[in-house]
């Protein structure tokens, strides 16, 4: 079983559904009921049990309803993939606070604490996988992404954390990086050639990530394939940290 947030659209629908046809139940949760109730009917004809549930990874009585929904309704959760995130794109000077808090209070604090929601189940089994999803800026910089980049980065050193202390009770804690994908979060991005140009110039495989090469990452790290990795980042990024 499965719980994938963020899953509504773009990254995390393309994750989901990647789940199911490997052959998991999935619960899928956004803030909005309606793109993660679309995801679950998509789940249903594959052949498996699948959820939806609202859920604003920002408010942590909405991550503990949430956990509570899914264990009810499913029984466990095996898998956990931390995916709802946040960007705004800004200079140093230009960062205001309220576009930091929203950038770190989704991407790191509400990533932590739904690890911290659903580890405690895992940690009474003694079995489960956390995937983290991070970025390729969580171990390169770039101009214009200091909330973004600080947020992935933390991320990275969380899932180092996590990996650490529960390594020996059973849980695999993982993230994942790629770059640049074109989805709804990043249109303005990909709609500003000069950004285009810039960025692709940056990945060898010569071209953008597409939101299914995200997948076979995702489905290892889920897999018993992953037994023996704790605490790494796969990054899913045509080569870009390789030069």
């Known amino acids: 079983m499965a719980l994938v ?11 989901a559904l990647g789940l199911a046809r490997a052959g998991a139940d999935v619960a899928v949760a956004a803030r909005s009921l309606g793109e993660v109730e679309s995801v679950a009917a998509e789940i249903e004809p594959i052949g498996r049990a699948a959820s939806a549930h609202s859920l604003d990874v920002r ?24 995916n709802a995130g946040a960007k705004v794109s800004q200079d140093v000077v230009d960062v205001t606070e309220e576009a930091w808090d929203l950038v770190l209070d989704t991407n790191l604090k509400g990533a932590f604490f739904v690890a911290q929601a659903v580890a ?13 999803m991070a ?27 996590m990996a650490l202390e529960w390594a020996s009770r059973g849980i ?19 709609e500003d050639e000069a950004w285009r ?3 692709l110039a940056r990945i060898p495989a010569g071209r953008f990530c597409e939101p299914e090469d995200v997948v076979g990452s ?26």
């Open 59 to 82: 408010d942590t009585g909405d991550i503990a309803r949430v956990v509570n929904e899914v264990v009810a309704r499913h029984g466990r959760i095996d898998v956990l993939v931390n």
């Open 5 to 15: 947030t963020g899953a509504g659209r773009g990254l995390g629908r393309t994750l």
């Open 172 to 190: 695999n804690v993982n993230a994942v990086g790629p770059t640049s994908i074109a989805t709804p979060m990043n249109k303005s991005f990909f």
């Open 135 to 161: 970025s390729t800026y969580a171990v390169v910089g770039a101009a214009g992404r200091a909330a973004y980049a600080a947020s992935k980065g933390g991320l990275l050193q969380v899932t180092r954390v």
């Open 120 to 132: 405690r189940g895992m940690l009474e089994r003694g079995s489960g996988k956390i995937i983290n």
């Open 197 to 199: 140009n810039r960025t």
């Open 218 to 243: 995702v489905v290892f790290l889920a897999s018993s394939a992953s037994a023996m990795v704790h605490g790494q980042i796969l990054l899913v990024d045509g080569g870009w940290t390789a030069i």
